[in-house]
């Protein structure tokens, strides 16, 4: 039987990250990987190259800078002639860019010497894992170390089952080769609102269906609240409560009925995308004998450290606990592939950070007011709009704002919060911050340049004290 120091089942940015580091790391690594493209090529890279992260950004992208030809450069005193769109270009575009990237996870794979088995993986007894080749018969590999990163995909609900045609999924929202009249989403979620929002600048008439009635409510409530209010003013229209209870698909359009506090209501559009979260995949993934616990919500049991209930075997990214993001599942595969060299692996929690691609951006890291005060933390916060903030102003982009919420006593940064322009790109001074326990102080006494938008961050710190210099404090 031949065997590996390492085999890694999903080559997604958790199974591929981690198979590049234990290959670092001198081990002997096999990574299995089961996609094929929508050409039936075979492709690294799992659901965040292929139809995820990348192609979604693209196509976030492609749609902001129409919007803003149109709407935002007139101001700027530029105005074109005859601006048209060619959905079918912007597809081919966004095609391209994921053609690139996951055939460079294909070069980085041959220059780590990493073997990609392609076909299926399934862990069997006493760490053999069963390689399903596309084409041929399953061969046995003994492996000293397993790793399991076979991710996750979109959860179907039976009131409006997809037909790849009038009701996709995220997927098929990164695929449609016109701007569809009218949009519905079922799920206000992240996934909802980015795809709502490529569609929505693009001319489509959007409306999200959203079963809870609090609008995103991972996010801090004063964040979440300031996100509502510019998308709806954007046009999207958020209509919360809403439990959709079924779908009927006509040669015109789809009807969607849902229930809300108002009683039985309808809606009919012409696509509607389905976004209620995603599901680990564990099918056909272990033998029965294997022994492999799953939680009870179907993700694989693991400790801390990613180890499985089964020694040597671990698991990562989406089909484990935690938040299904691409940065969490890679930092997971950076761990286990350092434990299982012997070395000391780790994974901060606490400094996940999360976004949301919109217009503005959301971005966050650590804890949520709301849920700090629930747990009785006493807190003090500081907030600063970008209103004030020079280079937002010169961008025709000062929409949002910064908090910083710090312990009240020990002045310990415990959440950052922003929404507004390049909230992705500012997230990640605090997230630094917050790795090495900075107080808001800290962040307050840094010098940031002038004019930059985290500066924004900056005064957000010294408001926490009442020091803001361009607000009333
Ligand atoms: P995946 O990326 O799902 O990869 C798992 C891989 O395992 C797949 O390629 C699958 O084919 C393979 N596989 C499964 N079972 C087997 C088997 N038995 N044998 C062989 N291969 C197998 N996250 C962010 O952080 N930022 C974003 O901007 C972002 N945008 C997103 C946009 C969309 C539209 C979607 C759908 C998701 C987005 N995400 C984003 C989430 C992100 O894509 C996931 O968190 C991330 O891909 C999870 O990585 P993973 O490696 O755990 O799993
Ligand atoms: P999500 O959990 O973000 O949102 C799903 C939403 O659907 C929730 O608000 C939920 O209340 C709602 N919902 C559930 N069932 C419903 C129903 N029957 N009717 C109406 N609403 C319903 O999930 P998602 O948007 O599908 O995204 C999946 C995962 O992908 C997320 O966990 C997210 O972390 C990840 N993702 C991340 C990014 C990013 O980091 N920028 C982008 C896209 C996706």
Redesign the pocket.
Request: proline share 6%.
């Given at each position: 039987m031949k065997s590996y120091d390492v085999i890694v089942i999903g080559a997604g940015p958790a199974g591929y990250v981690a198979a590049i580091r234990a290959a670092q790391l001198g081990l002997t690594t096999a990574c299995i990987e089961g996609y094929r493209n929508k050409d039936g090529e075979p492709a690294l890279g799992g659901t965040c190259l292929n139809v995820?992260?990348i192609p979604?950004k693209a196509l976030l992208d492609s749609s902001d800078q129409y919007h803003r030809l149109l709407h935002t450069l007139p101001t700027h005193g530029i105005t074109a002639g005859n601006v048209s769109l060619d959905v079918k270009a912007m597809i081919a575009r966004k095609d391209q860019i994921v053609r690139d990237m996951t055939g460079g996870i294909k070069q980085l794979f041959q220059a780590n010497k990493v073997d990609w088995l392609q076909g299926h993986g399934k862990l069997l007894d006493g760490k053999v894992v069963e390689f399903t080749p596309h084409k041929g018969k399953p061969e046995k590999l003994q492996a000293g170390s397993v790793v399991i990163a076979t991710g996750s995909q979109?959860i179907e609900?039976d009131?409006a089952p997809l037909d790849g045609e009038r009701i996709v999924d995220?997927s098929g929202a990164l695929e449609f080769t016109s701007v569809p009249k009218r949009l519905g989403v079922?799920?206000?979620?992240?996934?909802?609102l980015?795809m709502g929002s490529v569609w929505s600048r693009l001319g489509a008439e959007v409306v999200l269906?959203?079963?809870?009635t609090t609008f995103l409510?991972a996010a801090d409530n004063r964040i979440a609240r300031e996100a509502q209010r510019q998308f709806e003013k954007q046009g999207l229209e958020i209509r919360l409560g809403?439990?959709?209870t079924g779908t009927k698909v006509t040669s015109r359009g789809v009807t969607v009925s849902y229930e809300d506090d108002k009683g039985q209501q309808t809606l009919t559009v012409d696509k509607l995308i389905v976004?209620?979260?995603?599901r680990p995949n564990t099918e056909n993934l272990f033998a029965a004998d294997s022994n492999l616990l799953l939680d009870e919500r179907g993700f694989i049991h693991v400790d801390d450290q990613c180890q499985t209930n089964i020694p040597g075997v671990y698991a990562i990214g989406d089909v484990v606990r935690g938040?299904?993001?691409a940065h969490k599942g890679s930092e997971e595969g950076i761990m286990v592939a350092e434990i299982i060299a012997g070395k000391a692996g780790h994974v901060n929690y606490d400094t996940i950070p999360?976004?949301?691609?919109t217009d503005p951006e959301i971005a966050w890291v650590g804890r949520t007011e709301q849920a700090l005060k629930a747990a009785a933390v006493p807190i003090k916060s500081g907030t600063f709009n970008f209103a004030a903030n020079g280079r937002a102003r010169a961008m025709e982009s000062a929409v949002g704002m910064a908090k910083v919420i710090a312990h009240a006593e020990t002045d310990r940064v415990l959440g950052v919060h922003i929404i507004g322009p390049m909230a992705s790109e500012l997230i990640a001074e605090v997230v630094l911050a917050m790795e090495f326990g900075a107080s808001s102080e800290d962040i307050a006494r840094t010098i940031h340049a002038h004019p930059t938008l985290s500066e924004a961050v900056r005064e957000a710190a010294l408001s926490v004290h009442k020091q803001a210099i361009h607000k009333a404090n």
């Open positions: 995820g992260c979604s979109p609900i009131a995220s079922i799920g206000a979620g992240v996934i909802g980015e269906l959203e079963a809870q409510a809403a439990r959709v976004a209620v979260g995603r938040p299904m993001l999360w976004v949301i691609y």
